[in-house]
């Protein structure tokens, strides 16, 4: 019986896009690979995600094309990936592509032995040779070529690769880092700034919310008003900018250009929740509306789009529609002055920047395409001065205008919505949710964060006997990586300090728990990104470099120094520490590279403070004392509520605030710095005084 595409069963978006491919795909399975042994192949591995343009444009000229599949299937067993699914396998094999090749990318191909040792590595490959790049259709022959005649060259490569793989999981510790290589990366950053657009280096731009963050916390702990500059700046123009979309909300992956205009289309869970954190830190620092108004705007795009009926949150959204990237997002005018009033479409065509011709170009030809990426090139406030309007008249008939133009868009044909449920990047949303639900004091913020947690914990965790990765159309599967237990612990400590209900903290720490028995590397410190209970695939690697998403070490080494605050268990402590040692050399040589994990090390090495207010959460002195807190920007800090009743679970689990107790039947404020506690204190500005904060500013 002829071998089959093995991907219809499959759950994955992005492996049910492959599964009607004349390629006989497999899953990741290891019947494939004794295929492999069976049939003396090699095995061809093809890793991407289901909303990735250039795994698109392989797919197309490829692998639905009888030509190259014949090839394929007569010299390969052929597997399919979905990094999103299993950032192991996509881990490992991208640091061979790197190795080899100098760069990485997706749609990622590895070709390797049955035993899944690599000796080949390339991202894209076109069907023919063109421009010096090998296509497949002359590739193939000649790697089976090699294979039948110069099997022992293969082996060998194959050999050397893996132990060079090996061995680059093997990091020594070093020193502590200090305070020299935050500046490092501070001086870094600003060396790469672009003073006229905002950002850092050249096209193609990244927002890169983790950077900052990074410099917000930077600014605060040596007053910096450079640093805070650079990040009011980056953080105005990208939301002026194409890559933020203007009629439906969130952002786009990253642009394309200098100038934030031409964006990938793709829209990422992970980045609206990072970028999220980031505006919402920007807020508490200077209080522009603008960028409270784009907070409000991610959360009506998520909780619209990306959010499942049982409240979880789905992971990406494609940046192609009909077979064009961006057709879904770009507007002629001719298209504008179909939906709307003619006052409105001069408003629109001048407010968004619009013309006849176009800003869009054909990426192929670079011609002008007559569509148009809606931008903003000043402020609404400029705006409505140069018009002599009010700014809420203005705003007013934009928001009018814009509605039109979202439900004539909602009638075209959608991109791709990439469905699964991932534990990690849910992490990330419910700490963004839950951290801008404190600080704006919106409960729908927090109630969708809520959600999102109850659906990872009841059906991703309580079922099984350690925490799971994906979730799709009823089935879990793939057991939990670092990331899913760093990111996750993150939200809990987000919603514990939100909420104060016990659970979440007590969940956070069991996880905790957890995540060091089955991670933890006991000999020289830091997280594998792969459990005890996970199949090796040449060896377990550390991740820690802070890229699109950040690194479970780094949000972990947090976590470690958040939870040991917030329990006064020093050994967690410790255990940060011992992140920061393993970790000291590739950050000090590119600290840039690391600003999630120097966010940690400013942490524990700056002045930070545990915070109990203890009084009954229902009276107005409790919630006052707290939301002068929630008014504050004092990221270095951990808080705890300590309610007169109802506290045993708490007393367990931080037994040292069984003695913080109310004064004078007052909600009271104990404040400790670096270990030394203050005099407890019923007085806000007292309160706030201990934290260096030198005023209490009412209605922000």
Not at 17 to 36: G, L, R
Not at 185 to 205: I, M, R, T, V
Not at 343 to 362: C, P, S
């Amino acid at each position: 019986m002829p071998d089959q595409n093995h991907l219809k069963s499959e759950k994955s978006p992005y492996l049910l896009q492959h599964a009607d491919n004349p390629v006989n795909w497999y899953p990741w399975c290891e019947d494939a690979f004794n295929k492999a042994q069976e049939q003396d192949k090699p095995v061809f591995v093809s890793i991407g995600y289901a909303t990735c343009h250039w795994c698109h444009v392989m797919a197309h000229e490829s692998f639905e094309d009888e030509e190259v599949a014949q090839l394929m299937n007569e010299h390969f067993i052929n597997i399919k990936v979905d990094r999103e699914e299993r950032p192991d396998i996509d881990n490992t094999y991208m640091l061979v592509c790197q190795m080899l090749t100098g760069n990485g990318g997706w749609p990622l191909t590895i070709i390797m032995t049955p035993d899944k040792k690599p000796f080949f590595a390339a991202t894209y490959i076109p069907k023919k040779s063109r421009f010096g790049r090998p296509g497949l259709v002359d590739l193939i022959p000649r790697i089976s070529e090699l294979w039948n005649n110069e099997r022992e060259k293969i082996l060998n490569s194959a050999k050397e690769i893996a132990g060079s793989l090996s061995n680059a999981g093997k990091i020594s510790p070093g020193q502590e880092m200090g305070a020299e290589v935050l500046d490092k990366a501070y001086h870094q950053l600003s060396e790469s700034f672009d003073d006229q657009y905002g950002g850092f280096n050249d096209a193609p731009k990244f927002p890169s919310p983790h950077n900052l963050v990074f410099l917000l916390r930077y600014a605060h702990q040596n007053d910096v008003s450079e640093a805070r500059d650079a990040v009011t700046q980056t953080l105005e123009q990208m939301r002026k900018g194409g890559i933020y979309d203007h009629v439906g909300f969130g952002f786009h992956r990253y642009s394309t250009d200098r100038r934030w205009l031409v964006p990938h289309f793709e829209k990422m869970l992970y980045d609206q929740a990072m970028l999220m954190m980031a505006y919402t830190e920007a807020w508490q620092v200077t209080q522009n509306p603008e960028f409270k108004n784009t907070v409000e705007e991610i959360y009506t795009y998520i909780s619209r789009d990306m959010t499942d009926t049982d409240g979880a949150f789905y992971s990406a959204e494609d940046a192609d529609s009909e077979g064009e990237e961006g057709k879904f997002y770009v507007w002629s005018v001719n298209e504008v002055r179909e939906v709307l009033d003619t006052a409105e479409v001069e408003l629109i065509i001048e407010v968004f920047n619009m013309d006849e011709t176009g800003n869009y170009k054909d990426e192929a030809s670079g011609q002008k395409t007559g569509k148009n990426i809606l931008h903003l090139t000043y402020s609404y406030e400029k705006l409505a001065r140069e018009r002599s309007m009010e700014l809420n008249d203005f705003k007013n008939k934009i928001e009018q205008a814009r509605n039109k133009l979202f439900n004539a868009r909602e009638q075209r044909v959608h991109p791709l919505k990439d469905d699964k449920i991932l534990t990690d990047w849910n992490g990330l949303m419910i700490a963004a949710l839950a951290r801008a639900g404190r600080v704006f004091q919106r409960d729908d913020y927090t109630e969708l964060s809520n959600q999102s947690a109850r659906f990872i914990l009841n059906r991703m965790y309580k079922n099984y006997d350690i925490l799971m990765h994906r979730f799709r159309d009823g089935q879990v599967a793939i057991k939990a990586h670092a990331d899913d237990y760093a990111f996750l612990i993150w939200g809990l400590i987000e919603l514990y300090e939100t909420t104060f209900e016990i659970d979440w903290l007590e969940q956070a720490l069991e996880l905790n728990d957890q995540f060091i028995k089955h991670f933890w590397d006991e000999q020289n410190g830091g997280f594998f990104f792969t459990g005890d209970f996970a199949d090796e695939l040449l060896g377990r690697q550390k991740q820690i470099y802070d890229g699109a998403a950040p690194s479970g070490n780094s949000v972990a080494m947090m976590n470690l120094l958040r939870l040991a605050k917030l329990t006064s268990n020093h050994e967690l402590e410790e255990k940060a520490a011992r992140i920061n040692r393993q970790f000291s050399g590739q950050a000090e040589q590119y600290p840039t590279g690391h600003t999630q994990l120097l966010q940690a090390v400013q942490y524990g090495i700056g002045s930070s403070f545990e915070v109990v207010i203890a009084g009954d959460p229902e009276n107005n002195d409790t919630q006052e004392m707290l939301q002068a807190l929630r008014n504050s920007y004092i990221p270095n800090k951990v808080v705890l509520l300590h309610p007169e009743t109802g506290n045993e679970k708490l007393h367990k689990l931080a037994p040292f605030i069984s003695n913080q107790t109310t004064k004078e039947s007052r909600a009271t404020a104990y404040v400790c710095q670096n270990h030394e506690c203050n005099m407890p204190t019923t007085d806000i500005e007292g309160m706030l005084s201990q934290l260096g904060i030198k005023s209490h500013r009412k209605g922000k």
